[in-house]
Antibody, heavy 118, light 108 residues
């Protein structure tokens, strides 16, 4: 059974860094592209980043480009999101999700909460 | 950048049919996914890739996509269908995944 479990969320100050992890199980992780999606309190879903199955292709939303880095360790079935220069507006629940057939996100984790506050 | 437009809210009585639209330029040429998000929970995929339904999603849920509008249709609406619904596409021009703003479905 496919499962994604995020961790690493915390309360941090503006300008600091944080790294989120997402542990995958129940499927062949090395064959799956992965995404991070966030949701600010009371707001809609916002795509953050994409990473191909082999790590060779990355894409970022303009709001995080240059500050966030998506990566993966296929030997540990884990995808990461390194977040630098955090801003108040980065506060959100961060979900990792697996890319499925037809440009979809077919499995989602339960999310990890990041709060940026002074 | 590519924009998807959804109505903020849709209301329907139990047993009736709910239709949620998702507008985008030439969206009919794209693969559209729909997600259901109940309060306090992670999103769940309900429709993907030209109307496919993941296992466990009732046949009451269906999708259509033509021209500049995609739609999610839920027939025989139940109280448990009350949730936020989001449409999503992959924009190949920007290599970005795009979500609509979401529609809150209220079951009266």
């Amino acid at each position: 059974q496919e499962q994604l479990v995020e961790s690493g969320g915390s309360v941090v100050q503006p300008g600091t860094s944080l790294r989120l992890s997402c542990a995958a199980s129940g499927f062949t992780f090395s064959s799956a592209s992965m995404d991070w999606v966030r949701q600010a309190p009371g707001k809609g879903l916002q795509w953050v980043a994409f990473l191909s199955h082999d790590g060779g292709i990355k894409s970022y939303d303009d709001s995080v480009k240059g500050r966030f880095t998506i990566s993966r360790d296929n030997s540990k079935n884990t995808v990461f999101l390194a977040m630098d220069s955090l801003r108040l507006e980065d506060s959100a629940i961060y979900y990792c999700a697996r890319d499925g057939e037809g440009d979809t996100l077919d499995y989602w984790g339960q999310g990890t909460l990041v709060t940026v506050s002074s | 950048s590519y924009v998807l437009t959804q109505p903020p809210s849709v209301s329907v009585a139990p047993g009736q049919t709910a239709r949620i639209s998702c507008g985008g330029i030439n969206i009919g040429r794209k693969s559209v996914s729909w997600y259901q998000q109940r309060p306090g929970q992670a999103p769940v995929l309900v429709i993907y890739y030209h109307g496919g339904r993941p296992s466990g999603i009732p046949e009451r849920f269906s999708g259509s996509n033509f021209g500049n509008t995609a739609s999610l249709t839920i027939i025989r609406v139940e109280a448990g269908d009350e949730a936020d619904y989001y449409c999503q596409v992959w924009d190949t021009d920007s290599a970005h995944r795009v979500f609509g703003g979401g529609t809150k479905l209220t079951v009266l």
